[in-house]
């Protein structure tokens, strides 16, 4: 920062994962309170068992080694344990603005993200105008929290509603802000509810989401209901309560700033190919997530390092 090269204006995020120290996995009954296990990664693992992501998620596979590293696998690739070091750099000269090691576990990298933003707002007095991500980052909760930090989502909307088949999907449909609800293709509404309630109803889900339901009537004699609902007597709809979010992403993905974001992401990856094949940074050293997050830290400064070597070759400005 000091040497100008951090602008500011746009951050990227994006998470890789690197193989831990780890023995073999264990599926049978653990005596926690056994003295030899009173290691710190194992302390770590308990006293994360307390976060209620993580108890939800409990491992089939487990290392007593490194218990909180996640056994995944590349696509084709034999299965490891490994952790994630997820990076958020300023796109303007690629630097690394902050580094958090995660189980390689696609919601803990996700919600890293929540954590390196607000620490880097926190140390640096820094908020970007638009953050960068792929596919990952795009589902409705993290785009409505970034739309709520005034954050451009400059992130491909996480989306499991296109039909593969000639049926119609949820974008054909019509949404009536005003009246809230949708229209069909044919002209028909679909609703949260059809009948008045005593007691008012929010219709959310435990997914966070509302069903919208057409009329059984509408869609039997409807004369495309065989592109509609061609094996359900009435078509439904699972609207986000963070539908609002994902709209504001899907309007910047139409951008030309949007797909200059798309290239700027490539700087991330690019770190993450000098990490591990220049660096060689492929097989962690430390055990526990604390000794992940020391290594992940150190690697990240030398290449921030090597940045301003690169950049500056007179070398940073001497302030003081």
């Given at each position: ?60 596979r487990l290392s007593l080694t490194a218990p909180l590293a ?251």
């Open positions: 920062m000091t040497a100008g090269l951090v602008k500011g204006e746009g951050f990227a995020v994006n998470a890789s994962i690197i193989k831990a120290d780890a023995a073999g996995s264990v599926a049978s009954l653990i005596n926690w309170g056994d003295p030899a296990l009173s290691t710190r990664a194992v302390r770590e693992y308990l006293d994360a068992l307390d976060d209620e992501a993580l108890a939800e998620t409990l491992p089939k996640s056994w995944t696998a590349a696509p084709g690739g034999p299965a490891f344990f490994a952790y994630s070091t997820n990076y958020l750099i300023d796109t303007e000269h690629g630097v690394i603005l902050d580094v958090e090691a995660t189980p390689a576990h696609r919601t803990a990298e996700v919600e890293s993200i929540k954590t390196m933003v607000e620490r880097v707002e926190e140390r640096f007095a820094i908020t970007p105008e638009r953050l960068i991500g792929d596919t990952a980052y795009g589902t409705a909760p993290m785009l409505a929290w970034m739309v709520e930090r005034d954050l451009e989502p400059h992130v491909p909307v996480w989306d499991k509603t296109e039909r593969q088949n000639d049926t119609f999907s949820s974008n054909d449909f019509y949404w009536n802000e005003e009246v809230g609800e949708y229209r069909c293709p044919a002209g028909r509404p679909l609703r949260s509810e059809w009948r008045a309630f005593k007691r008012q109803r929010s219709h959310v889900t435990k997914a966070n989401t509302v069903i919208y339901r057409s009329s059984q009537a509408d869609c039997t004699a409807c004369p495309v209901k065989s592109r509609c609902c061609p094996n359900t007597p009435m078509r439904k709809i699972a609207r986000s309560v963070h539908e609002a979010a994902r709209e504001v992403a899907r309007r910047i993905a139409t951008t030309e700033a949007y797909q200059r974001s798309r290239c700027e992401r490539k700087k991330v990856e690019m770190l993450f190919a000098h990490l591990k094949r220049i660096l060689k940074v492929d097989r962690l050293r430390l055990r526990g997530l604390t000794g992940a997050t020391d290594e992940f830290t150190l690697v990240a400064a030398v290449q921030n390092l090597r940045r301003i070597a690169k950049l500056l070759p007179q070398g940073p400005p001497i302030t003081g």
